[in-house]
């Protein structure tokens, strides 16, 4: 079956440094989401990005449809960066398939 | 205000008892969608319903239902709970396909 592939598992960043998260599909995509989680659990869209590079904010994702990879950048990381980034595909649009996430901490 | 709202937060039951869960979302979104979240925080999407039609994951067990009024609210059931059921249980929404979803806060259930 599908599958997505989140690299690293988990990052460790002082404040300021940039963030490269990377997502990895094992088939066709229609779309791809990148999702960021609290540590208090509340899940909120960031990107939504099939393919090419988009901005939001001190976001950027480049997806590269043809090698089933997407990237999400963050750049001049801060605290409240803190928390998980989980990279979804979509087959159609109710077969969706999440990756186990990228644990982000920030340190003072 | 607008958003998804999801009742109860936390749930504590014993194994064999039925359990519903409310969700609700006032931002006129056509379709809606339950995903469970496991202990390894694994999301997988469990239902999706957009008021014609319901797509059900083929992997969630016959227990679980899914229930709507109308394409405001779609509420989860659970007919016999077991010990494996424990999860956080998230309600989404969404106004079109590949357009942003929009989460409610979770639902924690705990079976003993």
């Known amino acids: 079956g599908q599958q997505v592939q989140q690299s690293p598992s988990s990052l460790v960043l002082q404040e300021g440094e940039n963030a490269e998260l990377q997502c990895n599909f094992s088939s066709t995509a229609t779309q791809l989401q990148w999702f960021y989680q609290s540590p208090g659990g509340s899940l909120v869209s960031l990107l939504s990005?099939?393919?090419g590079t988009k901005h939001t904010g001190r976001l950027t994702s480049t997806t590269v449809t043809k090698e089933r990879r997407s990237s999400l950048h963050i750049s001049s990381s801060q605290t409240t960066d803190s928390g998980t980034y989980l990279c979804?595909?979509?087959?159609?649009?109710?077969?969706?398939?999440f990756g186990k996430g990228t644990h982000l901490h920030v340190l003072p | 205000e607008t958003a998804v709202f999801q009742t109860p937060n936390y749930h504590v039951t014993q194994v064999g008892n039925e359990v519903s869960f409310n969700c609700k979302q006032t931002?006129?979104?056509?379709?809606m969608y339950w995903y469970k979240q496991d202990s390894k925080k694994l999301l997988k999407i469990m239902f999706s319903y957009n008021n014609k039609q319901l797509i059900v994951n083929e992997t969630v067990p016959r227990r679980f239902s899914p229930q709507s009024s109308d394409k405001a609210h779609l509420n989860l059931r659970i007919k016999s709970v077991e010990p494996e059921d424990s999860a956080v249980y998230l309600c989404?929404?969404?106004?079109?396909?590949?357009?942003?979803?929009?989460f409610g806060s979770g639902t924690r259930l705990l079976v003993i």
């Open positions: 979804a595909i979509e087959a159609n649009a109710y077969k969706v398939i």
């Open positions: 989404a929404s969404r106004h079109r396909a590949n357009s942003d979803y929009t």
């Open positions: 990005n099939p393919s």
């Open positions: 931002l006129g979104h056509d379709t």
